[in-house]
């Protein structure tokens, strides 16, 4: 599975930005997917995620971004609403997953990341 992230870019604190992860390769609808991020100097950390039918949010953004998908074109997103400086990073997607969303080791493919900066 090759993943393709977009959609990041430079806001201001109260902006909204729509990430997209678009798959190819196998069957997309198989998979778990899920979000993660890295500001400069930080640690990797969760975002959200979908497992089957349940979602998954780091309390961070919890109340303010929201992850769905489309099977059918082979896709996730992340809508970030009510974003915050502190939300700068490099935003990574990531599909198959094997037990604990929140654990980075536990996903099997990781996309390039897509940079998203939000100003004060």
């Known amino acids: 599975v090759q993943l393709q992230a977009s959609g990041g870019g430079l806001v201001q604190a109260g902006g909204s930005l729509r990430l997209s992860c678009t798959a190819s390769g196998r069957a997309f609808r198989n998979y778990s997917v899920g979000w993660f991020r890295q500001a400069p100097g930080k640690a990797r950390e969760f975002v959200a995620a979908?497992?089957?039918?349940?979602?998954y949010y780091a309390d961070s953004v919890k109340g303010r971004f929201t992850m769905s998908r489309d099977n059918a074109k082979n896709t996730a997103y992340l809508q970030m609403n009510g974003l915050k400086p502190e939300d700068t990073a490099v935003y990574y997607c990531v599909a198959q997953l094997s037990t604990d969303p929140k654990v980075a080791g536990n996903w099997g493919y990781w996309g390039q990341g897509s940079q998203v900066t939000v100003s004060s």
């Open positions: 979908i497992k089957w039918s349940s979602e």
